[in-house]
């Protein structure tokens, strides 16, 4: 390496976090063809998940008499009622996955035979952890061959994922796989990441080497960790104080505690010195102390992210316990035998969550993608562009979802007319395009990669200055009907009309708009398009605008509520009250 060729001496820490194995899933085809003519999966989730019970069983990672969880039969569908193209499917998206796993292992095992080719190996702390919290069901039952689908509380029907079987886990898909595998996946737990009070949600495997220290291969520690324990972890083993200052600031403690002390055989029943640990989530929590898990039982799976959120989550709440000494997989709940042990423990999950800045907790979950927040854009109503600039994050540009908005570009079109991107944000897997194609003038909205709805002038400009308008009126309350627990205001219907130097070329009503989030890894560029196009079957990216572009506007009439618009929010917020 550089470091090591520039001084041989001096000591180096490299932090590998792949993508892998959050979505998208894309390996190599080399990686998925291995992995698919092993056959690991054909015989269904339920199946797999009893075969790696058993088979953890048999290599001592879990207890002999561990329980394994009945499968949910109410959240995930068996496989055997599922229809033979839905296992077909299913099938495909898993090995694509596991092919993302197989193929990462792959790389880190490159990153470790680097180190084992310079003889540095043998004096070198390798801590591996291999997971997404727990494994990610944000693909939801079905599956989805888009995630940005996923997070717009679209789920995409099997018979229409099967038009991308073929390509699953290319560029042509941002593609996640059926929840029954993630669970499957989370053995011998159960439950999903986003789950926080479930070990599903939150435990993961680890494994340590370093040979010149650690001299009990293959041993195991079942001592109670966290991941904050891996900082004092390395600056032990370095022999490193944690700083009290850094540039004049003064540096809170460390939380977290070393697990060195588990590097050695004399100490693997040694009791955790990490004793107390709190969870918490979208207002599904857990407290962990000595041995015991308190956790709030799981009151929704992670796709069903999009009602009325819980408005009392510290105490709106049903209580499990567990006692992991005895119950290594959280399956047998203790709480109405032991109603002052679960009193204690919510005290002392207050009290942790008052000392690591925890409260107010907040039950929502897509409501806090879409809710307004600080951000250069707070509160301003015009935006003024004059000349190309791309790359800028969603989060720093112009939100046009559940509002009306008008956007306004002044443009020179040259001798032999003129093409290309004047204004777009988002991507292939949605977003929307301002653009001139064949001279002509188009505004494109990408829903989702399911439906494109297009608006576009009749004839090409012609050379000279010209006004090219988009103008959407929404008929939707917008977002401030989520300060009343209600997703009423997002989404809805709206009308947009393209116009140029005053006059109207297309009209058109769009019956659904997205109501959470574009697709977050692409930027909003103006005078081109990096990565990949809204539509592909117009342009290829970065299609540059060959005009000039004078002056691009965007103003946002974002909707205000109404005193009778609030009345009625406000009783429906009463209604479930009083239901209860």
């Known amino acids: 390496t550089r470091m090591h060729q520039t001084d041989p001496s001096k000591p180096i820490f490299i932090k590998y976090a792949p993508g892998a ?29 009893e075969r790696i019970f058993e088979n953890q069983k048999k290599l001592g990672v879990i207890p002999a008499d561990s329980k394994l969880t009945p499968w949910p039969d109410d959240v995930l569908t068996p496989w055997d009622k599922l229809t033979p193209d839905a296992q077909k499917l299913y099938i495909r998206q898993v ?12 790389e880190i095992g490159r990153v470790i035979q680097a180190f084992e080719d310079l003889g540095k190996l043998d004096n070198t702390l390798v801590i591996y952890i291999n997971g997404d919290n727990g494994t990610s069901a944000e693909g939801g039952p079905l599956g989805t061959p888009n995630e940005v689908a996923f997070f717009n509380g679209v789920s995409v029907p099997v018979d229409v994922q099967m038009k991308w079987y073929d390509v699953w886990g290319t560029e042509e898909t941002y593609n996640h796989m059926s929840a029954g595998w993630s669970w499957a996946f989370d053995t011998p737990f159960d439950w999903f990441k986003q789950n926080a009070s479930r070990l599903g949600g939150v435990n993961q495997n680890m494994v340590v080497s370093w040979p010149a ?3 009990d291969k293959g041993g195991l520690r079942e001592q109670f960790l966290h991941v904050i324990d891996v900082v004092p972890t390395i600056l032990e083993a370095a022999g490193i104080s944690a700083p009290d200052m850094v540039d004049g600031i003064e540096q809170k403690p460390i939380e977290g505690t070393s697990f060195a002390y588990t590097f050695d055989a004399k100490n693997a029943k040694e009791p955790s010195r990490h004793t107390t640990q709190y969870f918490e989530m979208m207002g599904q929590w857990a407290l962990y102390q000595d041995g015991w898990l308190l956790s709030t039982k799981v009151d929704r799976a992670p796709w069903d992210a999009f009602g009325a959120a819980n408005d009392d989550p510290l105490n709106n709440q049903v209580f499990q316990l567990y006692n992991l000494n005895e119950d290594f997989t959280q399956s047998e709940d203790l709480a109405a035998q032991n109603p002052q042990k679960v009193a204690q423990m919510r005290e002392q999950f207050l009290a942790e969550a008052k000392k690591h800045q925890v409260l107010p907790l907040d039950g929502s979950v897509a409501a806090r993608v879409i809710a307004p927040r600080p951000n250069i854009t707070a509160g301003r109503t015009e935006f003024v562009y004059t000349q190309p600039m791309v790359g800028l994050p969603q989060g720093d540009s112009p939100l046009l979802l559940n509002t009306s908005y008008t956007i306004t570009a002044e443009i020179d079109v040259p001798q032999g007319g003129a093409q ?5 944000s988002g991507g292939r897997f949605a977003g929307y395009g301002f653009y001139l194609l064949e001279g002509k003038p188009v505004f494109l909205w990408n829903l989702i990669n399911l439906e494109r709805l297009k608006w576009e002038g009749t004839d090409a400009l012609t050379p000279g200055k010209h006004t090219v308008e988009f103008d959407f009126k929404y008929e939707g309350l917008g977002v401030g009907t989520l300060v009343y627990n209600s997703f009423s205001g997002l ?17 058109k009503r769009m019956e659904k708009t997205l ?22 079957a117009d342009y290829k990216p970065p299609f540059p605008l060959t005009a000039t572009l004078n002056k691009l506007t965007i103003k946002v009439d974002r909707p205000q ?6 009345q009625k929010l406000e009783a429906g917020m009463k209604a479930p009250a009083d239901a209860s």
Do not use: C
Request: aromatic letters at 8%.
């Open 515 to 536: 109501p959470m989030i574009l697709q977050w890894d692409e930027s909003f560029d103006v005078g081109s398009d990096t990565l990949t196009g809204v539509n592909d």
């Open 95 to 106: 090995e694509v996955f596991a092919a993302f796993a197989a193929y990462s292992d792959h």
């Open 213 to 215: 220290r650690i001299k």
């Open 420 to 424: 290309g991107m004047m204004l777009t």
């Open 21 to 49: 194995t959050h979505a998208p899933h894309h390996p190599t085809k080399e990686w998925v063809d291995k992995i698919s003519a092993m056959h690991l999966f054909d015989d269904g989730y339920e199946k797999l998940r």
């Open 561 to 566: 509520l109404s005193p009778a618009d609030i």
């Open 491 to 507: 989404g809805q219907p709206g009308t947009g009309t393209l116009s140029v130097d005053g006059k109207v070329v297309a009209t």
